[in-house]
C-alpha cells in the first residue's frame, strides 16, 4: 500500500492517471454519443411502425 501512495503522489504518477481518466472519460463521451445515436433510431423506428399500425 505505501508503494501505491508513494507512485500517486509522484508526478509521473499523477499525469499518468490523469492521462487515463481522460482516455476513459473520452470513451465514455463516444459510447454515450453511439447510445444516444441509437435511441434515436430506435424512436424513428416505433414512431414509423406506429403509423403503419394505425
Do not use: P
Amino acid at each position: 500500500m505505501l508503494v501505491y501512495v508513494s507512485f500517486i503522489s509522484s508526478d509521473t504518477g499523477v499525469s499518468n492517471i490523469s492521462a487515463d481518466t481522460s482516455r476513459v472519460y473520452l470513451a465514455l463521451k463516444e459510447i454515450m454519443a453511439d447510445v444516444l445515436s441509437n435511441l434515436h433510431d430506435i424512436q424513428k423506428s416505433l414512431e414509423f411502425w406506429q403509423c403503419r399500425a394505425e
